[in-house]
């Protein structure tokens, strides 16, 4: 095995349940809440373990400082944190309406910037995301609202299916809805500003703590009705940014799919189906999420019917 996967981080979340586990096969302990599986995480707070091959075992952090450069490429600053968070999100209820911090505000106020990437893996019938403001609303009005504890009907809301793609740039409000199962690709970092959370206690019983001053700093007050991305074609740019590109990748069963050596690093997530690497046979199951190293070469082929996400543009190397 010549790519890197990682052992999960299961986060307990107030608004989480069990869909990791009956929608992704995975096996959650205990029986508490979970809404987040940290996925790739290079932090302080939480480091991703190397869970398979010759690098079992060993940390993400530790996997940069020891071979940064066949990793990630030269000129690769390894004592920098990976660039890239990877998450899965199971939304069993309404998230709290929040945002993140523009890379020129957050320094201000103590924070990381965060601009994100959601794909809707599984949606039910009712599920939606808020997203953005509807159109006309003023800063005066939301904050108006946000007194009054009824800023639901100013924020825009999008009905939402399986498949979609929202691209979420740090300074958009938004929320996921219940019934939202989202792979999320993001900025490293874990500034969130909780502007409003409908009323709702933590899994302490206590209300949560809420980020008034600080959101009101960073919510791009002219961001109205943003769109999803619909699923389209066997090849599709889903994000392309100064932080991370992203591309859908549609695979019929036997189909291939091949990354130069010398490149740049990469991450695969397989949403549907599964891979099979040409070289080793090693394969990449449903719900998983690796990092393809840069000094590697690597073909693909998909052993049912799959879909791939791949991100890379976090690092150019030197040539």
Same mark, same amino acid.
């Given at each position: 095995?010549?790519?890197?996967?990682?052992?999960?981080?299961?986060?307990?979340?107030?608004?989480?349940?069990?869909?990791?586990?009956?929608?992704?096969?995975?096996?959650?302990?205990?029986?508490?809440?979970?809404?987040?599986?940290?996925?790739?995480?290079?932090?302080?707070?939480?480091?991703?373990?190397?869970?398979?091959?010759?690098?079992?075992?060993?940390?993400?952090?530790?996997?940069?400082?020891?071979?940064?450069?066949?990793?990630?490429?030269?000129?690769?600053?390894?004592?920098?944190?990976?660039?890239?968070?990877?998450?899965?999100?199971?939304?069993?209820?309404?998230?709290?309406?929040?945002?993140?911090?523009?890379?020129?505000?957050?320094?201000?106020?103590?924070?990381?910037?965060?601009?994100?990437?959601?794909?809707?893996?599984?949606?039910?019938?009712?599920?939606?995301?808020?997203?953005?403001?509807?159109?006309?609303?003023?800063?005066?009005?939301?904050?108006?609202?946000?007194?009054?504890?009824?800023?639901?009907?100013?924020?825009?809301?999008?009905?939402?299916?399986?498949?979609?793609?929202?691209?979420?740039?740090?300074?958009?409000?938004?929320?996921?809805?219940?019934?939202?199962?989202?792979?999320?690709?993001?900025?490293?970092?874990?500034?969130?500003?909780?502007?409003?959370?409908?009323?709702?206690?933590?899994?302490?019983?206590?209300?949560?703590?809420?980020?008034?001053?600080?959101?009101?700093?960073?919510?791009?007050?002219?961001?109205?009705?943003?769109?999803?991305?619909?699923?389209?074609?066997?090849?599709?740019?889903?994000?392309?940014?100064?932080?991370?590109?992203?591309?859908?990748?549609?695979?019929?069963?036997?189909?291939?799919?091949?990354?130069?050596?010398?490149?740049?690093?990469? +991450?695969?997530? *397989?949403? &549907? /189906?599964?891979?099979? %690497? !040409? =070289?080793?046979?090693?394969?990449?199951?449903?719900?998983?999420?690796? +990092?393809?190293? *840069?000094? &590697? /070469?690597?073909?693909? %082929? !998909? =052993?049912?019917?799959?879909?791939?996400?791949?991100?890379?543009?976090?690092?150019?190397?030197?040539?």
């Amino acid at each position: 095995m010549r790519f890197y996967p990682f052992e999960p981080i299961y986060q307990e979340r107030v608004w989480g349940g069990r869909g990791l586990e009956e929608k992704l096969g995975r096996s959650l302990p205990g029986d508490a809440p979970y809404g987040e599986s940290w996925e790739i995480v290079d932090r302080p707070e939480a480091q991703s373990v190397v869970s398979a091959g010759p690098a079992r075992g060993t940390t993400l952090r530790a996997l940069l400082e020891g071979s940064a450069e066949t990793v990630m490429g030269k000129g690769y600053n390894a004592s920098q944190p990976f660039p890239i968070l990877v998450k899965w999100l199971d939304c069993q209820q309404r998230l709290s309406l929040q945002v993140h911090p523009p890379a020129d505000i957050a320094p201000s106020l103590g924070g990381e910037p965060k601009t994100e990437n959601w794909y809707v893996a599984d949606a039910a019938e009712d599920a939606a995301m808020l997203i953005g403001l509807n159109n006309g609303v003023t800063r005066e009005q939301f904050e108006s609202a946000l007194k009054e504890n009824a800023l639901e009907p100013l924020i825009h809301r999008i009905p939402t299916t399986k498949g979609e793609s929202m691209f979420v740039r740090s300074g958009r409000i938004h929320a996921l809805d219940a019934g939202c199962l989202i792979l999320e690709i993001q900025q490293n970092s874990d500034t969130t500003y909780r502007v409003f959370d409908w009323g709702r206690v933590g899994l302490d019983g206590q209300p949560r703590q809420l980020h008034i001053e600080e959101s009101l700093k960073c919510i791009n007050y002219n961001d109205f009705e943003p769109t999803t991305l619909k699923a389209e074609g066997e090849v599709q740019s889903l994000a392309e940014s100064e932080i991370f590109n992203l591309t859908r990748h549609n695979l019929k069963a036997g189909a291939k799919l091949a990354f130069p050596a010398g490149e740049q690093p990469r +991450l695969i997530g *397989v949403v &549907e /189906g599964g891979l099979r %690497e !040409a =070289t080793d046979g090693s394969e990449i199951s449903k719900s998983a999420n690796v +990092l393809l190293p *840069v000094s &590697e /070469g690597f073909t693909f %082929e !998909a =052993t049912e019917d799959t879909v791939v996400i791949v991100t890379d543009g976090f690092f150019k190397p030197q040539a």
